[in-house]
């Protein structure tokens, strides 16, 4: 895994200038399917909105408990904001139980409203292509990508509210550039 | 769903003589595959241990986040009393989303470690064979079937912890006919 | 502390002839004011009936937490039963900040209904009586006295609703005697 | 009620030119004890730091379930900001119940380690002095005053984590003027 992650690393961190320094901009999404959104999302298309990327499992019982839930807030509490919330479906086991038709009633059951997008499937890997760029360490991990497309914050397991708040309204008082 | 109740009533809840008076039995159990255990379960099989019955399906938010932990609790504080803990998957919804496969996932990732049958289909029809028979108004769904084959409680919803367990041992506490 | 409860039990665990067999006692409570009751109870009053003891302290967080709402809904699930609750406010500590016109003040505002008696102090001791004599290890402590006076269960720190549900149960189920 | 509150911001709130433009400054706070603090602290001496004020009562349920447990997340979260965290005793019914003196065993069962002083009595008035000043309709409530000295939020009953600490992140934000 570590080796695949330098790997990806090298594959798909790319730097871009923003304002007079250049930064890293946080890998690309790949999605196979959306749900709760008309049109597919990019970052690339979001650039200069912060986007919460939150990574979860149906089956995954912290992301049920505390994950999806705490996205579910976000999404609430700065719908006002330029704040995009996106879901991300990273199944990396039980791939024949957490099918696409498995996810969409999981949705509806748990009335989540924010947009949600498979993880594309990596062709004879167990981690989905997302997953893999961002090196992420199991779900629910929860990133936050700045305005200017950096990883402001990556946090894997459950985090505080009262945190993840923090960080995200400190991210949208940050300038426009 | 009133009438067909009501049919299955007359179909399957029989009488018994029990010491020397006559009690309707709790209607036999229909499962078309197990999980947690070598053995297949019947009630008949059981008759004289008390049986709690606890019905759920694994994209119900009540019972990932009350019922089926809740069992989990009632298995292991009660597993050196002849009581017995059978989950029951009751799918009456999103029949695709909640397979073999994936209950069997959801049952791995959530550690449940108390028999789990799945609730057989009825042809045709929506809602399994046991949910019907029993009368079942949704899910989270707990029964308790006493010593004698009676239906000593049939709680819907949320069951306070404290409740139970004293439902539980007071049927314990009968004595053996 | 070990040498003084063991001088307590000489003292104050006495025997009692119970159908044919001889038990020991639960001590007397030993009360300097109560709330919640137009009646001072005492044990030997109540011999026959089953007896939850909760001995708190206002000001232990864990007490407030879980000890007392778990009391309470004790209280309230069985009072239809014969079960005598009692809460015993058992003050070994900070004993200038948990006066009686502070503990009348939280039975107010926490809505404690069932019966609360003040602990009476023992001279020139930080521990109260009734808590000496129970060699209680501190504060949330559950302690059931059965029907025949014996102590059937003393559990220290925080209890499972389930558990102490079943406990009262099976003690409500024991055949008077 | 309402005649007072009015009464108390003709007299209290007063307005400071901040930039080029005038506001209308929280009023001072009135402390009669300090805990947690070797200097007592004055709105007026914080000028330019945001504050976080959280005015509770020991025996009110809402502030030690969520209130106060709240604050010090808060105190603990933004330690390395420059945020000024202020817990604020405001007795305004069973004053015999909640002397500085059960405040202080308060203080330290509960383990609270940020500021906090007891609001002063007002003479012949249940309700203390910066509780009037403020307006504030109960306990908790939780102020924020911004770095020029206005009030940002005031927030009666239990707020959620997730826009407390966005809230205080936004005012961190801001500008020092």
């Known amino acids: 895994m570590t080796g695949r992650a330098e790997f990806c690393e090298l594959a798909v961190w790319r730097t871009a200038n923003v304002g007079n320094k250049a930064v890293v901009l946080a890998p690309e999404i790949a999605v196979s399917r959306w749900f709760n959104t008309s049109e597919p999302l990019t970052l690339s ?11 979860f499992q149906m089956l995954c019982p912290g992301c049920v408990a505390h994950g999806t839930p705490q996205t579910q807030r976000a999404f609430d509490l700065f719908k006002h904001s330029d704040l995009q919330v996106i879901g991300l479906h990273t199944v990396f086991e039980h791939h024949a139980a957490m099918t696409p038709v498995s996810l969409e009633a999981f949705i509806h059951e748990y009335r989540l409203t924010f947009p949600i997008g ?20 199991g779900t629910p991990t929860s990133i936050l990508i700045g305005r200017d497309g950096r990883v402001v ?3 894997f397991g459950q985090q505080s509210d009262m945190a993840l708040g923090a960080i995200i309204a400190a991210e949208l008082a940050a300038a426009h550039e």
Chains 1, 2, 3, 4 share one sequence.
């Open 45 to 55: 298309g979001l650039r200069g909105r912060p986007v919460l990327l939150h990574a």
């Open 118 to 137: 498979i993880d594309e499937a990596a062709e004879g890997m167990p981690m989905p292509i997302t997953m893999g760029r961002y090196g992420m360490q």
């Open 153 to 155: 914050h990556h946090g």
